[in-house]
């Protein structure tokens, strides 16, 4: 019987297993993982206008976001939008739910060393399968990224009652861009406790500075929501690259998902939802096509948008808040990030790119069109 191998056992991994356990129940499938990237401390927030496969992982759902912009604070409804929050432990409960009680999913522990023409090697044995879903090697050679998303969060404990706990802040520029274009991100649990993100678009030759995020976030503790006394109770970072271009998925048997694959978005560092549709679009293509190679094509003008927007604010950090402001200055949120989801029209992406400095993006456009 054909066997299908999902390398990797993280976010795109787990998802795509869901969605193979409610679509195809033909073949077997084994989801290799070696626990060096446990699930338990992650958390993934994303926004949809649709129910999913996996709404039962989320703990929490929103309905409003905070954004401070051009010297302004503004609560913007989502309209048709939700935005929500999936803890790793909670997605992964929820995935064994869809493939425990099948008989051909199978979790192994083990370090994929290796894509075979037919299979994986995992700890120098060879795995024979007929597909091959990969996310945790990628492209033996990765192309160069457009600009490097650096963020630094802390979980934090305040003495004072400063946040609201049913309005995330989507972001805040009221934090220094001496470094890159950067704002801060805020997830309450409640009044006294949330994650508070620091976060920067860099260009490729700029170096993190983690004492300057540390500093960063300090100060908008400190003077910007007037914390008073509080307790680090855990921090997190990464450097995650971010690229425009168009990702080489396909190799062989083989197939690159999550963000090996390219569907961290380049404007945003969002991968969530994206991960979820190119799951069902896999396991839908296997189903139907009997191969999981029928899938979306990439969106040219949303990749040149990126780009643009990657090459804009890497050089003018302050384009970053300018960009934001004319994407939310609508009564709800829903416009931008129906944008942001890559499902506008281009007359509603004139619209929306109205009060952006044109001749900037324009020669930013043409820069990426001549040296394609």
């Keep these: 019987m054909t066997r299908i191998v999902i390398a990797g056992g993280g976010l795109s991994g787990l998802s795509l297993a869901a969605h193979l356990a409610v679509v195809d129940h ?19 927030a994303s926004w949809s206008d649709r129910a999913g496969l996996l709404d ?66 995992v700890d120098g044995q060879h795995l024979r399968a007929r597909w091959v879903f990969d996310s945790v090697l990628g492209q033996a050679e990765e192309p160069p990224a457009d600009a490097f998303l650096s963020f630094r ?23 220094p861009q001496a470094r890159g274009a950067s704002f801060v991100y805020v997830l309450p649990d409640d009044a006294h406790h949330a994650l508070v993100e620091h976060t920067s678009f860099l260009a490729p030759d700029v170096v993190t500075d983690p004492a300057a995020q540390r500093e960063a976030l300090a100060e908008y503790l400190t003077e910007v929501v007037g914390a008073g006394r509080y307790e680090i109770e855990r921090e997190e970072h990464a450097v995650l690259p971010l690229r425009a271009g168009r990702t080489g998925r396909v ?24 991960v979820q549709l190119d799951s069902a ?36 950090p302050a384009q970053l808040e300018r960009a934001f402001a004319a994407l939310f200055r609508y009564r709800t949120a829903e416009p931008a990030l129906r944008f942001l989801d890559e499902a506008t029209t281009p007359s509603q992406e004139w619209r929306l790119f109205a009060g952006m400095p044109a001749a900037t993006y324009l020669a930013a456009a043409r820069h990426r069109l001549v040296s394609s």
């Design 26 to 44: 033909r073949h077997p499938v084994i989801v290799v993982d070696d626990g060096r990237d446990p699930l338990g401390g992650r958390a993934w």
């Design 56 to 121: 039962a992982a989320a703990c929490r759902w929103f309905d409003k976001i905070r954004v401070h912009v051009n010297g302004t604070t503004k609560v913007l409804r989502l309209g048709r939008y939700r935005y929500r929050v999936v803890r790793g432990g909670d997605l992964a409960e929820v995935v064994r739910r869809f493939t425990d009680p099948l008989r051909h999913f199978t979790f192994l522990e083990g370090h994929v060393d290796r894509i075979a023409d037919d299979g994986v090697v």
């Design 153 to 175: 969060g802390w979980r934090v404990h305040t003495e004072r009652a400063v946040f609201d706990a049913e309005i995330p802040t989507l972001f805040d520029f009221r934090t």
């Design 251 to 274: 190799h062989g048997n083989a197939v690159t998902i999550g963000a090996k694959g390219g569907l961290l978005k380049a404007s945003t560092g969002f991968a969530f939802q994206r």
């Design 281 to 316: 679009a896999i396991a839908e293509s296997l189903h139907r096509n009997g191969h999981p190679f029928a899938l979306p094509g990439e969106s040219a003008r949303f990749r040149m948008f990126d780009g643009v927007l990657l090459d804009v604010v890497t050089k003018e």
